[in-house]
Structures are given as structure tokens and as C-alpha cells.
């Protein structure tokens, strides 16, 4: 109820955590296993409590009933393939949470039946996560009516940060609390890291194409050279000769960066909805390619491109402006 009355959290619901083995007729696994109440606002098996990292992904039971987890177990899809079992077969959960007796300690060891198989698109869940119902967790844990933790919902996925700190405040020592961006840091460092290095390298290609246009511009100055002398010989000022040359390459350099970034929006936001590029599971985090258009990154590219291309005309622009008309008009 405490948890629950701080701002910000839109459910909370008790769960038990453990590692634990899981053996069929035809294999064994390992698996983790976290015992929740189906009917607690907080369950992730009607949420996924990872909702706070993958917005768009949601557990969806595509066999069985997620009401039929009090008296068996709910696996992941690639833990059930991997030990081959589907709903309504049996399957033994071993707990180091065990009893000692002469011969040394000894596990718990209980059947359980397969009442339903999820798929959240998250291979890591999928094939190492199982549920069941929170008493029979507690029971084969051996903790009587003591609970892992406190799974907990936000209304806001970016301030989780700040409502970990408000439920820290609330109950004091000896609690404590990990949110998303805590549990995935290196994921997320990871990402950082990738999102720089993709700058480095969309830099280094707008600088190819610069120097395309500063050898454009060059090309051009070589094959004007008669009609810019003609134009200095009437009069055309350094100065506007320069500026010339300058306006033709921003043009150039303008017109391949809006159609680029036309181009890469529109493909973004088919992408976004159509999600025509899929991903494997069992290699990356996303089923499909997640997108989401950062206008200030848009900006900052867009900037980049056109000082870049801007920069690139200087030295044609200053070559032709310096060009003696009597000399290109004798050797033109």
C-alpha cells in the first residue's frame, strides 16, 4: 500500500526470484522462476514488467490461459521448445532451496504442469523465464509468506529514476530499489556508444560527399574559365565572383541534404509502422527494427551537412575569384 501511494506508480504486486532447474521427459534447463499473484494489477504475465525498457512489447499467450497458472506453470516459448514440452505436459522443478539430511543436502524437487507458453519477442525472457503462482513459489522456497521483492508499474518510463527515489524515501532502511535504466546500464552505455560512432561515421560520408562538391566546383571553375574572365573583364568584382561559386555549391549541398533527410524520415516512419525489417530473437533484443525520430539529432545532422558542404566550396569559390582575366582570356 505504501508503494502503491507513491505519485507516479500505477501498480505494485509481490513476486518471488529464483534459479532454478527445470527437467522434462526429452531435457533439462535452466530457468528462473518468479512466483506472482495473476491477479494482482502488477502481474507481469499481464503486463511484462520490462514494459519500462520496450514500450511496445507485451507478453501475449499464444497457448494455454494465463488463469491457469495457480496450479501449474507458465513458460517462455524457447524455454518450453528447449525441453520440449507444450501445454499440458509435465515437467519437474528442482530448487537449491532443499533440506539437509544424513546423506548431504538434498533439493526440492516438484511436478508441475505446463498450463500455458508466452512470447514477449525478448529472446533472453523467452528462454530462460517461467512463472507460477506466488503461495506454491513461497512454499518451494521455503520463505512461508516473505517475498522477493516488489515488482512496481510507472505511469512514466522516464521517471522511474525519481519514483525509485520517492519509494526509497517512503519506506527507509533497509529497502532499496533498482530501476529499469539501473538493471540494463551496460545495454544502455552499449547504445551510447554505438549512437556516437554512428555520427563519426555518417560524418566521415558527409565529408566524401563534400569533397565531391569542392571537385565539382573545380571541374566547373577549369571549364568557365573564358566566361569568367568575361565577366571580370565587365566589370565583376572578386567579391561576386566568390559569392557565385559559394551560392552554387550551398545549393548543391542543400539540395542532397533535404532530399536525404526527406528520404530518411519517410523511410523511418514506414518503418515505424510497417516494421518491415525483422530482426532475430535469439541474436538481438527486437524482433523488429525499433524507431524513433530525434528531431534536435535531425537538426544537428542537417547543420553538420550544410556547414560541411558550405566549408568545401571556400577553396573553388577563392581559386576562381583570383583568376586574371587577361591570362584565362590569352590561354582560354
Same mark, same amino acid.
Given at each position: 500500500r505504501q508503494v502503491s $501511494?507513491?505519485?507516479?506508480?500505477? %501498480?505494485?504486486?509481490?513476486? @518471488?526470484? %529464483?534459479?532454478? *532447474?527445470?527437467?522434462?521427459?526429452?531435457? =533439462? $534447463?535452466? +530457468?528462473? @522462476?518468479?512466483?506472482?499473484?495473476?491477479?494482482?494489477?502488477?502481474?507481469?504475465?499481464?503486463?511484462? !514488467?520490462?514494459? $519500462?525498457?520496450?514500450?511496445?512489447?507485451?507478453? #501475449? *499467450?499464444?497457448s494455454g490461459s494465463e488463469e491457469a497458472l495457480a496450479p501449474g506453470i507458465v513458460l517462455g516459448k524457447e524455454l518450453a521448445q528447449s525441453i520440449g514440452v507444450a501445454v499440458g505436459d509435465s515437467i519437474y522443478l528442482i530448487s537449491p532451496k532443499g533440506m539437509v539430511s544424513p546423506i548431504g543436502h538434498?533439493?526440492? *524437487?516438484?511436478?508441475?504442469?505446463?498450463?500455458?507458453?508466452?512470447?514477449?519477442?525478448?529472446?533472453?525472457? !523467452? $528462454? %530462460?523465464?517461467?512463472?507460477?503462482?506466488?503461495?506454491?513459489a513461497q512454499r518451494l522456497m521455503k520463505i512461508e509468506d516473505s517475498v522477493s521483492g516488489i515488482g512496481v508499474r510507472v505511469g512514466d518510463i522516464y521517471q522511474a529514476d525519481a519514483i525509485s527515489d520517492a519509494i526509497v524515501a517512503e519506506l527507509g532502511f533497509p529497502f532499496w530499489t533498482m530501476d529499469w535504466m539501473q538493471m540494463n546500464r551496460n545495454f544502455f552505455s552499449a547504445l551510447k556508444l554505438e549512437k556516437k560512432a554512428m555520427f563519426v561515421i555518417l560524418t566521415l560520408i558527409i565529408i566524401v560527399a563534400a569533397f565531391n562538391i569542392a571537385s565539382t566546383l573545380i571541374m566547373m571553375v577549369m571549364g568557365k574559365t573564358q566566361d569568367i574572365a568575361i565577366l571580370k573583364a565587365m566589370g565583376a568584382t572578386?567579391?561576386?565572383?566568390?559569392? =557565385?561559386?559559394?551560392?552554387?555549391g550551398t545549393v548543391i549541398g542543400l539540395i542532397g541534404t533535404v532530399t536525404g533527410v526527406a528520404l530518411g524520415i519517410l523511410g523511418c516512419v514506414?518503418?515505424?509502422?510497417?516494421?518491415?525489417?525483422?530482426?532475430?530473437? !535469439?541474436?538481438?533484443?527486437?524482433? %523488429?527494427?525499433?524507431? #524513433?525520430?530525434?528531431?534536435?539529432?535531425?537538426?544537428?545532422?542537417?547543420?553538420? +551537412? *550544410?556547414? =560541411?558542404?558550405?566549408?568545401?566550396?571556400?577553396?573553388?569559390?577563392?581559386?576562381?575569384s583570383r583568376l586574371n582575366p587577361v591570362e584565362a582570356l590569352r590561354y582560354g
Amino acid at each position: 500500500r505504501q508503494v502503491s $501511494a507513491v505519485p507516479g506508480v500505477q %501498480s505494485a504486486a509481490p513476486f @518471488v526470484y %529464483s534459479q532454478v *532447474m527445470l527437467r522434462s521427459a526429452s531435457g =533439462i $534447463a535452466g +530457468a528462473v @522462476v518468479r512466483g506472482i499473484d495473476p491477479r494482482a494489477d502488477g502481474s507481469p504475465i499481464k503486463g511484462y !514488467d520490462r514494459e $519500462a525498457l520496450i514500450q511496445k512489447i507485451r507478453p #501475449q *499467450m499464444i497457448s494455454g490461459s494465463e488463469e491457469a497458472l495457480a496450479p501449474g506453470i507458465v513458460l517462455g516459448k524457447e524455454l518450453a521448445q528447449s525441453i520440449g514440452v507444450a501445454v499440458g505436459d509435465s515437467i519437474y522443478l528442482i530448487s537449491p532451496k532443499g533440506m539437509v539430511s544424513p546423506i548431504g543436502h538434498l533439493p526440492t *524437487m516438484k511436478r508441475f504442469e505446463v498450463t500455458g507458453v508466452f512470447e514477449s519477442g525478448f529472446y533472453e525472457y !523467452d $528462454a %530462460s523465464l517461467a512463472f507460477i503462482h506466488l503461495e506454491t513459489a513461497q512454499r518451494l522456497m521455503k520463505i512461508e509468506d516473505s517475498v522477493s521483492g516488489i515488482g512496481v508499474r510507472v505511469g512514466d518510463i522516464y521517471q522511474a529514476d525519481a519514483i525509485s527515489d520517492a519509494i526509497v524515501a517512503e519506506l527507509g532502511f533497509p529497502f532499496w530499489t533498482m530501476d529499469w535504466m539501473q538493471m540494463n546500464r551496460n545495454f544502455f552505455s552499449a547504445l551510447k556508444l554505438e549512437k556516437k560512432a554512428m555520427f563519426v561515421i555518417l560524418t566521415l560520408i558527409i565529408i566524401v560527399a563534400a569533397f565531391n562538391i569542392a571537385s565539382t566546383l573545380i571541374m566547373m571553375v577549369m571549364g568557365k574559365t573564358q566566361d569568367i574572365a568575361i565577366l571580370k573583364a565587365m566589370g565583376a568584382t572578386d567579391r561576386s565572383i566568390w559569392k =557565385i561559386f559559394v551560392f552554387k555549391g550551398t545549393v548543391i549541398g542543400l539540395i542532397g541534404t533535404v532530399t536525404g533527410v526527406a528520404l530518411g524520415i519517410l523511410g523511418c516512419v514506414l518503418l515505424k509502422y510497417y516494421k518491415f525489417i525483422e530482426l532475430p530473437g !535469439d541474436v538481438y533484443y527486437f524482433t %523488429s527494427l525499433p524507431v #524513433q525520430l530525434e528531431f534536435a539529432d535531425v537538426f544537428v545532422i542537417v547543420l553538420a +551537412a *550544410m556547414v =560541411i558542404c558550405f566549408v568545401a566550396t571556400l577553396y573553388p569559390a577563392y581559386k576562381a575569384s583570383r583568376l586574371n582575366p587577361v591570362e584565362a582570356l590569352r590561354y582560354g
